[in-house]
């Protein structure tokens, strides 16, 4: 069922959004979200995963968002109308093996995906960790998340169109120069004027999202916790729950007071262990 976006969207970011919900009859859609490590990647991926869940009644389902790309390709490849998240930066420092198993995954993906006619949209830290034959014909649209000079522009963005994906692409391969404000300018582009919300906990149960996070990395032969470090991450976790409901902290300030007694964490990574709301 179409729905009403409940959340602050720039205009100009609606109006690119349904145009590409305009074509799914003939296509799958691909966007891609990079950025620095607390920018705000996998929450832009929530945000638009609702966008596209209002406009287009697709199901959410925190089982397409996926962190190994074999179990994505075998999702997909065996149904239609999806609507898919790959939250690459959450593997992001694994194995070179790992990495190249994942990108022949996408590759197949690709290869099959414009006759399922999914919603795909992938977190990765740097455009160019993709392979350029993918992120040159396939990507319709890179979000690229920019913190600023200070580091504390939470949840702005730069637009990039595919013709500013193919530009910015080129600039790389000739000057390994990474242009995404002159690309997004120069090709129908913008800057966001209105920054994407924190929403996560609001479209997906955090708690249940970090597990799954966990499993994925377990699964594939990380050496998992200690009892005494996943007694230390639950008491921690804990902490941060009561601090948010019963102290009625902000996250910046946890992230202080946290930072202040030892406790190493960023607000981003608060924002992600705080319970669901609905």
Known sequence: MIKEFPYKIDPRLKRKLDLLVKNLDKKDVWIMVDGDEGSGKTNTLA???????????REINLDRLYFDSKDMF???KDHENGLIGWDEMA?????????SK???????????????????????PR???????????????LIHMDLGRKMDNWGHYHYITRRGVKMLNGIWKNKKKRQY???????????????????????????????????????IGVKPLSTQ??????????????????????????????NSIGIEIKKSQINNLLPATH
């Open 102 to 124: 994942a990108q022949t995954n996408l590759m197949k993906f690709a290869m099959m995906g414009r006759k399922k006619h999914h919603i795909f949209i992938m977190c990765v």
């Open 47 to 57: 945000y638009l995963i609702y966008y596209f869940h209002c406009a287009t009644g």
């Open 91 to 99: 593997m992001g420092g694994l194995s070179t093996e790992w990495y």
């Open 74 to 76: 075998e999702w997909a």
């Open 229 to 258: 470090q996943a007694k230390w991450l639950d008491q921690r976790n804990k902490l941060i729950t009561y601090l948010k409901k019963d102290k009625g902290l902000s996250e910046i300030k946890m992230e202080r007071l946290l």
């Open 127 to 141: 455009f160019d960790k993709i392979r350029e034959e993918l992120r040159r014909d396939r990507i319709h649209a």
């Open 181 to 219: 404000k002159q690309s997004a300018l120069a090709c129908n582009g913008f800057l966001s004027n209105i920054d994407i919300p924190y929403v996560f906990p609001e479209v997906f149960d955090s708690n249940k999202y970090e597990k799954m996070k966990d499993e994925a990395i377990s699964s």
